[in-house]
């Protein structure tokens, strides 16, 4: 199988609201008396200028003016939320739940408000948003009874804005570290178990990053670096479907630099460990066709790993 075959099999599947439109009421101007005629045309430039500077004096004002501020009953302002977020309407839903904390900031209903405004951040995909809403939930309330949720949901918002791997993948090692963070703190929690299984997606995923950057080096004949690379795969995410690959690589990357012990070695680790798969099949045949054999090598830092 080639590099490129390789890379390409790994490759992954990876609201600004409309301007507001203000309308400007037509002005006229009507002159009913003849005798100011004259003087009028005469004054007529300085009369334009100061409708102008009238008009937009007015238009500033206008726009400084706020609405009022109308305090509500918080069971009124909560349930509205909810009605919104029912029907989807998932940014007057996170307003509206914000505007709870706003009026009511010590209603055991605002608590509650801050986590449903951060879910409604996410619905709208507004993960930033969502996320800083969920930390300061968690900074003011450590020990409340949503804080296993709140940090489940601060998890999959990172999760859910993973790129593919030929992209940065600083959001990924994020999502990585938010999803451990669960299952080390609710071990037994329903979040917990579904945080396991992005957990292990996600270590595939930097495992593939790893493995596009090291097929790369390759590639250029950078046989040390690309090994490096490969062995970033075997030594930290052995339990991903790329370590027979990696180990591939490592082998075809030592015959290259002519380290031949460490290739057989390698060439050996795995066949013993993936003695079915296309990728040992490939490298008994790459071996053998320089006639050399899989060789176990003691001591070595592969056989240390497996």
Known sequence: MTVKAAEDSNQEA???LPPRHETDEGMSISVENSILGALLDRLAKPARLLAGSLLLVALVACAAEEK????????KLYNRAVDQA???NWEAAANTFDEVERQHPYSTWATKAQVMAAYAYYQRNQYDDAIAAVDR???LHP?????????????ISYYEQIADVARDQGTTQKALNALNDVVQRYPTS???????LKIDLTRDHLAGKEMTIGRYYLRQGQYIAAINRFKVVVEKYQTTSHVPEALHRITESYLALGVVEEAQN?????????PGSEWYIDTYAMLTGKDMRPEAKEGSWL????
């Open 14 to 16: 990876g609201l600004i």
């Open 190 to 196: 329903e979040y917990a178990r579904d945080a396991r």
């Open 303 to 306: 056989s240390r790993l497996f």
């Open 86 to 88: 029912n029907t989807g």
């Open 137 to 139: 939930f968690l900074q």
């Open 68 to 75: 009022p501020y109308v305090e509500e009953p918080v069971d």
């Open 266 to 274: 390698a060439a050996a680790v795995l066949g013993h460990n993936y």
């Open 143 to 155: 020990g409340h009874k949503d804080t296993p949720y709140a940090y489940y949901l601060k998890a």
